[in-house]
C-alpha cells in the first residue's frame, strides 16, 4: 500500500510554464486524503516559493524544499541541514573567479540573496523558484549560515563549472542537475538522505513510497521508492534507474498516475 508519494517539481509536476493543471489537482487532492496518502513536493524551490504556488492547497503538504535542504509542514520546519558561513564564502567566491556570466543564489534561512547587477531577465528567472529575494551589491554581507547555494547559467556550463568545483566534493554535495543549473548543500544532504529522514519521521518504508524525477538531482530521490517514476521528458540516466516510465510533464504524468494508481487501493480509515 503507497502511502507516501514524492514528486520532483520543476520538469516533472509542473509543466514548462512552471504551473500545472489546477482542476486535475482537485482529483488529486480528493484521492490523497480519501485514501489516507501524504503528499510532499521535493525541490530546488525555497519552501515559500511552493506554498506560493499551491496557495491554499499548501496545507498538509510536507515540503522538501531548498533542494531539499528543508521540510516545512504546516508553515514549520521540522529539519534542516545547514552549510556554514565559512564554507559557503569560500565556494561563492571561487564561482565568481570562475565566471562572472552566471547568477549565484545564496540561500539562507531568511530568504534568497542575489546580485544587485544581475539583467531583469535573470532576476525573473530567480523569482519563480524563489518567494523571498534580497539582492545585495557583495555576498561578503552575508553571516548567516547558508541553506544552499544555486547556480543559473543562461551560457549551459554546469556540468563544466561543477568540475571546477572539485576541492569542495567532500565537504559540500554538489549536483549539476541539468546544464543551466548547479545546486549546492551540506555535506551528504540530497533529496535521497532527507526523504530518508521524512520516511522515519512519518514511519514509512520504501515500498509504501512512490516518488517521480526527470533530472540528474533525481537520482537519489529513485533510490527511496520501490514505486519510481520517471517522466518520459526524464534524462536518460533516471530513466535508467527509476522501475517505471509515465507521461511527461507537459502532459501531467504524475497526477495522472497518481489517481490512477491510488484508485486501486484501499481508503485508509
Known sequence: MIKLVLTDMDGTFLNNSGDFNRELYKDVKKIIKEKGVVFAPVTGKQCERVEELFGDDSEDLWILGDSA???????????????????????????????????????????????????????????????QVKQVSHFNYITDDFVKITIHDPLLRCMETKKQLARFFESAYIIASEDAWIDIANANVHKGTTVEHLQRLLNVTPEETMAFGDGYNDLELMTRSVYSFAVRNAVQEVKDAAHFITRSNEEDGVMKTMIQILSLQESRH
Open 69 to 131: 535542504t528543508r521540510i516545512k509542514h504546516n508553515g514549520n520546519f521540522v529539519y534542516e541541514s545547514l552549510l556554514s558561513n565559512k564554507l559557503g564564502l569560500e565556494i561563492i567566491q571561487l564561482l565568481e573567479e570562475i565566471s562572472q556570466e552566471h547568477t549565484i543564489i545564496a540561500c539562507t534561512r531568511n530568504g534568497a540573496v542575489i546580485k544587485d547587477n544581475i539583467s531583469k531577465e535573470e532576476a525573473a528567472i530567480v523569482r519563480r523558484s524563489y518567494a
